[in-house]
């Protein structure tokens, strides 16, 4: 469950600030697709993946994490 809502978090979070899909996602070396079902939960987030994605949005790698650990207390 931990990962579903880390991926929720790193939505809310791309949503939130207004960054575009495509922007991460080239900045990651994915194809949109991949980006989108990442965001989506359609797609299984790896480490490797959630590595990337941290560094394209310049956040700490234990960011989302700790903001979905959050969200279940």
Sequence with gaps: MQKMRTQAEIADY?????IKQISVAEKCGFTKQKMN??????????????????IALG???????NRAKEGES
């Design 59 to 65: 956040v700490p790698f234990d960011f989302f994490y």
């Design 14 to 18: 791309i949503r939130k600030k207004g």
């Design 37 to 54: 079902a990442i965001a989506n939960n359609k797609q299984r987030l790896s480490v490797e993946d959630y590595e990337k994605i941290c």
